[in-house]
């Protein structure tokens, strides 16, 4: 909210005399109470001869295109010799005799505008007749600044102090939940609480304002018959009406300078006072011309497709949720937004109605989004306005306008609805001190509590009863309450104990383990990204699945973010492998990526929805908990192109199926598990290069956690992948899990290397032979290893030479060769006894 510095001074001085503090202060002041500030800025700076002036003569210049005035004005001895001052001057706003604000020669206005005497519509200016936008009062104005004849005696005098040009506005930042700020009212409110100073609600007492309410009868009947219809949710209405005004009467200084310094427009007499009146109380009103009213107001919801022109002239569409004011015409105002144009205060209007009313926020701020049309009535209507300001606002409004422009108040008002009962609240008066770590006295407590509006009445069990002003609905609980006592008694003076940490146990077993397979499959080479979270749902038909197949309980998503993407994967690889396919579109062709994130299966069609009236109980929990997806963590690779990039060195080799596999167990090693490789078959890898990954639980029992191999060729080409693609995936979750501390064993003794050739049919898996070999090798086998596939015509028909690296070594003695060819020779015998498993020479 904008307001002017004199403003809040004057309001608070009536009742402090002398009180004065410079701009920075009282910006501190704002921040003190929990206003932020947008900033503060003094009014532009003018130098030189501005002075006040009267128009004196006026000569009509009709020869030029536009219509042009040549005045006389007096300015006094300002031009130093007493005579009438001629200026050039196109505004048709002011007539003869009216007091002006004059720039004269030599004066700089603000933005460096310099007056001087010169030549124009040909005649001599000697100076120039000033507006409110010239002067830094306002972004752009209609005409010049006219002075009422109080300024009489001070013809010829400097104007600046006497206009106040002197100023600084205040921009304050209001937050929703107090809405009671949006008024010099509640800002005053709170500066005195800042400040230290006395406070006088302008509310209950006008006179405060300088509004002291002696034209004003009390109401005695109705102005006029209201109709307020319960769907509209409106809490208060009310109408007065002054009739017998001056309809060429305008606005005066004063009021024009407190309206622009704040951020609105003057327009006419009428409409200024309840402009006026809403930054001075918070209570929007709406003057409408009582001419144009005829029969009954009715307060109701406006049809379905009615149209209503606004004040700004643009014709609007109604919705049935929209609250209009109606009388036997039609639609006169859309409640708590903005007026019509039928009853539109004009140059003719001698007789007002005064609208006062209490809307509901929530009907409002609908309103105002549904048809992009915020005004200042809304901004404040959104946040909650005081209920109990209906008739004051009508009182005061009445008093100005009869002040300003004649009339009479007549002794009627219409008023519908009563205020809302006053909320009331209990609170410990220690709770402000428990909260804060402060010690607050409990009148400490009860004056804060009394600064912001409420009515306190202490109770023998150490609780106060709080009674809520009607203008604070931002305080329910206790808390509230609460966070007003601290927030005056001054937030900088809480102190700040930061709080001991509590020695934690790192990581969990879990979490190590998923660091541990990131870092080990980074360390391997590949770049890890972040698959998304859903998939299509047509990619298991890509793919092929059955319709049994597990990977189609999917989740999901009623409000997806990508329409073509409204279900919670089963699995990483749709979206691993589009980010592949991504890398080569844009020429990256040697790519390896892994992803580690949880996946969904659904593991029921709905959840239940328990009452919240109450805890749920163990069943009703327990059937929640059941419905919920599972969520599994899984970890997958996805590769195409080398692996060993081609150079001086060499051809280089592609990435192949045994690589994949490879990355499985790269991910048991980091996962400290042992796992076991067989033939499989799981779309969407190639039937006859894709391996089961096995690991068994403790009782033995082997378990199916993933697959590895090539991708199926006709997937790959949907797809738009390299040829020979190829992927792994693998069950985290399904891992045993044991949480291992390192504890490294170093042998002083050297090992002994020993290679074994065996030659075993070719449908024979090279991994069950190696299996063999490291258990029929026994404990002193350190390590065994695959190192070489041979075929050739001298094997024979249907063989295959597998050829292993064994490593032994004994922790407390140098092995012999003779021990160690014991070992070698009972790991060939094993895979004979399985396999018939030959030694090659």
Same mark, same amino acid.
């Not at 590949?526 to 793919?543: G, H, K, N, R």
């Not at 290679?755 to 299996?771: Q, Y």
């Given at each position: 909210?904008?307001?002017?510095?004199?403003?809040?001074?004057? *309001?608070?001085?009536?009742?402090?005399?002398?009180?004065?503090?410079?701009?920075? +202060?009282?910006?501190?002041?704002?921040?003190?109470?929990?206003?932020?500030?947008?900033?503060?800025?003094?009014?532009?700076?003018?130098?030189?001869?501005?002075?006040?002036?009267?128009?004196?003569?006026?000569? +009509?210049?009709?020869?030029?295109?536009?219509?042009?005035?040549?005045?006389?004005?007096? !300015?006094?001895?300002?031009?130093?010799?007493?005579?009438?001052?001629?200026?050039?001057?196109?505004?048709?706003? &002011?007539?003869?005799?009216?007091?002006?604000?004059?720039?004269?020669?030599?004066?700089?206005?603000?933005?460096? &505008?310099?007056?001087?005497?010169?030549?124009?519509?040909?005649?001599?200016?000697?100076?120039?007749?000033?507006?409110?936008?010239?002067?830094?009062?306002?972004?752009?104005?209609?005409?010049?600044?006219?002075?009422?004849?109080?300024?009489? =005696?001070?013809?010829?005098?400097?104007?600046? @102090?006497?206009?106040?040009?002197?100023?600084?506005?205040?921009?304050?930042?209001?937050?929703?939940?107090?809405?009671?700020?949006?008024?010099?009212?509640?800002?005053?409110?709170?500066?005195?609480?800042?400040?230290?100073?006395?406070?006088?609600?302008?509310?209950?007492?006008?006179?405060?304002?300088?509004?002291?309410?002696?034209?004003?009868?009390?109401?005695?009947?109705?102005?006029?018959?209201?109709?307020?219809?319960?769907?509209?949710?409106?809490?208060?209405?009310? !109408?007065?009406?002054?009739?017998?005004?001056?309809?060429?009467?305008?606005? @005066?200084?004063?009021?024009?300078?407190?309206?622009?310094?704040?951020?609105?427009?003057?327009?006419?007499?009428?409409?200024?006072?309840?402009?006026?009146?809403?930054?001075?109380?918070?209570?929007?009103?709406?003057?409408?011309?009582?001419?144009?009213?005829?029969?009954?107001?009715?307060?109701?919801?406006?049809?379905?497709?009615?149209?209503?022109?606004?004040?700004?002239?643009?014709?609007?569409?109604?919705?049935?949720?929209?609250?209009?004011?109606?009388?036997?015409?039609?639609?006169?105002?859309?409640?708590?937004?903005?007026?019509?144009?039928?009853?539109?205060?004009?140059?003719?209007?001698?007789?007002?109605?005064?609208?006062?009313?209490?809307?509901?926020?929530?009907?409002?701020?609908?309103?105002?989004?549904?048809?992009?049309?915020?005004?200042?009535?809304? /901004?404040?209507?959104?946040?909650?306005?005081?209920?109990?300001?209906?008739?004051?606002?009508?009182?005061?409004?009445?008093?100005?306008?009869?002040?300003?422009?004649?009339?009479?108040?007549?002794?009627?008002?219409?008023?519908?609805?009563?205020?809302?009962?006053?909320?009331?609240?209990?609170?410990?008066? %220690?709770?402000?001190?428990?909260?804060?770590?402060?010690?607050?006295?409990?009148?400490?407590?009860?004056?804060?509590?009394?600064?912001?509006?409420?009515?306190?009445?202490?109770?023998?069990?150490? #609780?106060?009863?709080?009674?809520?002003?009607?203008?604070?609905?931002?305080?329910?609980?206790?808390?509230?309450? !609460?966070?007003?006592?601290?927030?005056?008694?001054?937030?900088?003076?809480?102190?700040?104990?930061?709080?001991?940490?509590?020695?934690?146990?790192?990581?969990?077993?879990?979490?190590?383990?998923?660091?541990?397979?990131?870092?080990?499959?980074?360390?391997?080479?590949?770049?890890?990204?972040?698959?998304?979270?859903?998939?299509? #749902?047509?990619?298991?038909?890509?793919?092929?699945?059955? =319709?049994?197949?597990?990977?189609?309980?999917?989740?999901?998503?009623?409000?997806?973010?990508?329409?073509?993407?409204?279900? *919670?994967?089963?699995?990483?690889?749709?979206?691993?492998?589009?980010?592949? %396919?991504?890398?080569?579109?844009?020429?990256?062709?040697?790519?390896? *990526?892994?992803?580690? #994130?949880?996946?969904? &299966?659904? /593991?029921?069609?709905?959840? @239940?929805?328990?009452?919240?009236?109450?805890?749920?109980?163990?069943?009703?929990?327990?059937?929640?908990?059941?419905?919920?997806?599972?969520?599994?963590?899984?970890?997958?690779?996805?590769?195409?192109?080398?692996?060993?990039?081609?150079?001086?060195?060499?051809?280089?080799?592609?990435?192949?199926?045994?690589?994949?596999?490879?990355?499985?167990?790269?991910?048991?090693?980091?996962?400290?598990?042992?796992?076991?490789?067989?033939?499989?078959?799981?779309?969407?890898?190639?039937?006859?290069?894709?391996?089961?990954?096995?690991?068994?639980?403790?009782?033995? +029992?082997?378990?199916?956690?993933?697959?590895?191999?090539?991708?199926?060729?006709?997937?790959?080409?949907?797809?738009?992948?390299?040829?020979?693609?190829?992927?792994?995936?693998?069950?985290?979750?399904?891992?045993?899990?044991?949480?291992?501390?390192?504890?490294?064993?170093?042998?002083?003794?050297?090992?002994?290397?020993?290679?074994?050739?065996?030659?075993?049919?070719?449908?024979?898996?090279?991994?069950?032979?190696?299996?063999?070999?490291?258990?029929?090798?026994?404990?002193?086998?350190?390590?065994?290893?695959?190192?070489?596939?041979?075929?050739? +015509? #001298?094997?024979?028909?249907?063989?295959?030479?597998?050829?292993?690296?064994?490593?032994? /070594? %004994? =922790?407390?003695?140098? *092995?012999?060769?003779?021990?160690?060819?014991?070992?070698?020779?009972?790991?060939?015998?094993?895979?004979?006894?399985?396999?018939?498993?030959?030694?090659?020479?």
């Amino acid at each position: 909210m904008l307001i002017s510095q004199n403003w809040v001074t004057g *309001l608070l001085g009536a009742h402090n005399p002398g009180w004065s503090v410079p701009a920075a +202060e009282m910006d501190a002041g704002f921040v003190r109470v929990g206003f932020e500030t947008e900033g503060y800025a003094a009014l532009p700076e003018s130098t030189g001869p501005l002075v006040i002036g009267q128009v004196a003569e006026i000569e +009509e210049l009709t020869q030029f295109k536009k219509p042009i005035r040549y005045c006389q004005v007096n !300015v006094g001895e300002a031009n130093g010799t007493g005579q009438l001052q001629g200026i050039i001057c196109g505004a048709r706003n &002011f007539r003869l005799g009216d007091y002006v604000v004059v720039a004269l020669p030599g004066a700089v206005l603000p933005g460096g &505008f310099a007056i001087a005497a010169r030549e124009t519509y040909d005649h001599i200016s000697n100076g120039m007749l000033c507006s409110a936008a010239e002067l830094g009062l306002a972004e752009k104005s209609d005409g010049i600044i006219t002075l009422g004849g109080e300024f009489a =005696p001070h013809v010829g005098q400097d104007a600046r @102090p006497l206009i106040g040009l002197v100023d600084t506005v205040f921009d304050v930042n209001i937050t929703p939940d107090r809405g009671y700020a949006l008024s010099a009212r509640g800002l005053t409110r709170e500066l005195a609480s800042a400040f230290d100073l006395d406070f006088v609600d302008i509310a209950a007492e006008p006179a405060a304002a300088g509004v002291a309410l002696t034209a004003v009868p009390a109401p005695e009947g109705e102005t006029l018959a209201v109709e307020v219809r319960e769907e509209t949710r409106a809490i208060r209405f009310g !109408v007065r009406k002054v009739s017998g005004i001056d309809p060429e009467v305008r606005s @005066p200084y004063w009021l024009e300078r407190e309206l622009m310094l704040s951020g609105q427009r003057p327009v006419n007499v009428a409409t200024d006072v309840t402009n006026y009146v809403m930054l001075l109380l918070g209570q929007p009103m709406h003057a409408f011309d009582a001419q144009q009213i005829s029969g009954t107001l009715v307060v109701r919801n406006a049809a379905e497709g009615e149209v209503f022109e606004t004040l700004d002239h643009v014709k609007r569409t109604l919705s049935a949720e929209d609250v209009v004011i109606c009388d036997d015409h039609g639609v006169q105002s859309l409640a708590g937004v903005m007026g019509g144009t039928t009853s539109e205060i004009s140059e003719q209007t001698t007789d007002v109605y005064f609208e006062a009313a209490t809307w509901d926020p929530i009907t409002v701020a609908r309103t105002s989004r549904r048809h992009k049309l915020s005004s200042e009535a809304s /901004r404040r209507f959104e946040r909650g306005v005081d209920p109990a300001l209906v008739e004051v606002a009508l009182d005061v409004a009445c008093q100005l306008l009869t002040e300003i422009a004649g009339g009479t108040v007549e002794a009627t008002r219409t008023l519908v609805g009563d205020v809302p009962q006053r909320q009331v609240v209990r609170m410990r008066t %220690a709770r402000p001190s428990e909260y804060a770590g402060v010690e607050y006295s409990a009148q400490t407590v009860i004056s804060r509590l009394e600064e912001v509006g409420c009515q306190v009445r202490e109770l023998t069990d150490g #609780q106060l009863e709080v009674q809520v002003p009607t203008w604070r609905t931002d305080i329910s609980m206790d808390v509230d309450l !609460v966070e007003e006592i601290l927030r005056l008694e001054g937030l900088e003076d809480i102190p700040s104990i930061l709080p001991t940490p509590v020695g934690g146990r790192g990581l969990s077993a879990a979490q190590k383990r998923r660091r541990a397979i990131g870092h080990g499959l980074a360390y391997g080479g590949y770049a890890e990204v972040l698959p998304s979270p859903f998939i299509a #749902q047509s990619t298991f038909d890509v793919w092929g699945l059955e =319709p049994a197949d597990a990977r189609r309980r999917t989740v999901a998503v009623q409000n997806p973010l990508e329409a073509d993407k409204a279900a *919670l994967s089963t699995t990483l690889l749709p979206n691993l492998l589009e980010a592949l %396919a991504r890398n080569v579109a844009r020429g990256r062709t040697d790519v390896a *990526l892994f992803g580690v #994130q949880q996946v969904s &299966f659904r /593991r029921a069609d709905s959840s @239940p929805m328990p009452s919240v009236a109450a805890r749920p109980d163990d069943a009703a929990l327990a059937e929640l908990m059941e419905s919920l997806p599972e969520q599994p963590l899984h970890v997958a690779t996805v590769a195409c192109g080398q692996w060993e990039l081609a150079g001086p060195w060499g051809q280089g080799r592609d990435y192949g199926y045994a690589d994949a596999i490879e990355s499985a167990r790269l991910v048991a090693r980091a996962a400290g598990v042992d796992l076991e490789v067989e033939a499989g078959a799981e779309l969407p890898w190639h039937p006859g290069r894709c391996a089961a990954l096995v690991v068994r639980d403790g009782a033995g +029992e082997p378990r199916v956690v993933g697959h590895a191999g090539e991708l199926h060729p006709q997937i790959v080409e949907e797809l738009g992948l390299p040829a020979r693609t190829c992927a792994m995936e693998l069950d985290v979750t399904a891992l045993p899990l044991e949480e291992r501390f390192p504890a490294p064993v170093l042998s002083a003794f050297p090992a002994l290397h020993q290679d074994l050739a065996l030659v075993v049919d070719e449908d024979v898996p090279a991994e069950s032979v190696r299996a063999a070999v490291e258990q029929g090798a026994g404990e002193l086998l350190e390590s065994v290893a695959l190192f070489d596939v041979f075929r050739g +015509e #001298q094997l024979g028909a249907g063989k295959k030479s597998l050829a292993f690296g064994l490593v032994f /070594r %004994a =922790p407390d003695r140098t *092995l012999t060769d003779e021990e160690v060819n014991t070992h070698r020779l009972a790991a060939a015998t094993l895979a004979e006894e399985r396999f018939g498993a030959t030694m090659r020479a």
